[in-house]
Structure formats: C-alpha cells, structure tokens
C-alpha cells in the first residue's frame, strides 16, 4: 500500500510586539477546546476562519515560534489553506514585519511508491487582500496549449 504526502516548510518573520499574540493563538490551538476569543482579533483571525482552523487543525500542520521567527510545516499530511489562514491573518493585522507586502509558499503532493498522478504540487500567494492557490502543473500545461493551440485542451 501507498502513503500519500503533502508537505510544505516555510518561515515569515514577525514584529517583536507581535510574538506574544501569536505565542497566545498557538498555544490556544493546542488546546482540547480551543474556544475563538477577542484576543485572536490581535492575529488577525475572525471567529469563522477559527473555528475552519480548529476543524481543520488535525491537519498535520506544525508552527514552531523561534524569537520572532514563525516556521509553518505540514511534513506528512499538511493542509495549506489552514496555512494560508493563519498566514493572512498575520499579513492582514500587521503582525509581520514592516517590509512583508506579501508572502509566497510552495507545496508537494508527493506518494511512497512510484504510481502514476500521485506526484504534484502547487503555491500559495497571500496578499493582505487575497489568498491565491496555483496547481502548477495543471495550469502550466493549460497555458502551454493556450499559446500552441489558442486554447487550453
């Protein structure tokens, strides 16, 4: 049998008076009861993107907050769009330094045995406006018969 992966690894720095408050949302997603209250409003989290995290925090994700630095990983099963929650949350609360106007992350789907379409990946680019999600091989190949054909096949 085959063991599918998603897995992504990536850093943002954050402002100095910003760490308490995150130290506080990451602490409070460890919880059994990880209740929404006024102080995630400091991270930039809404009640309903929490209670998505909560629901979708049996993920695999793991944060690991060093001085000011947040490292987010999904090593076996990660799941980007809570990733990409907590990420614009920060972007959007201003709790990443000063010169952060957006932040970009890459994914693979990869699988422990060699099985055909097993294997892909993707980004996620996070604007204090948007989250977007790019298949790249999917959208590659669309562009590519776009240009050769005038339309995707």
Do not use: R
């Amino acid at each position: 049998m085959a063991n599918n992966y998603l897995q992504f690894s990536f850093c943002v720095a954050l402002k100095p008076e910003s760490v308490p408050a995150v130290a506080s949302m990451l602490k409070l997603l460890e919880t059994d009861e990880p209740l929404w209250d006024e102080s995630l409003a400091q991270v930039g989290i809404t009640s309903n993107e929490w209670d998505f995290l909560v629901e979708e925090e049996t993920s695999g994700n793991s944060y690991n907050l060093e001085n000011t630095e947040l490292w987010i990983h999904g090593d076996e099963c990660g799941n980007v769009e809570s990733a990409a929650v907590i990420v614009h949350g920060l972007l959007t609360s201003h709790c990443l330094v000063d010169t952060t106007t957006h932040v970009l992350f890459t994914w693979a789907a990869t699988c422990s045995k060699m099985l055909v379409a097993e294997f892909c990946g993707g980004a996620v680019l996070i604007t204090p406006h948007s989250i977007h999600y790019q298949d790249c091989a999917e959208t590659w190949a669309d562009k590519v018969l776009t240009q050769e054909f005038g339309e995707a096949q």
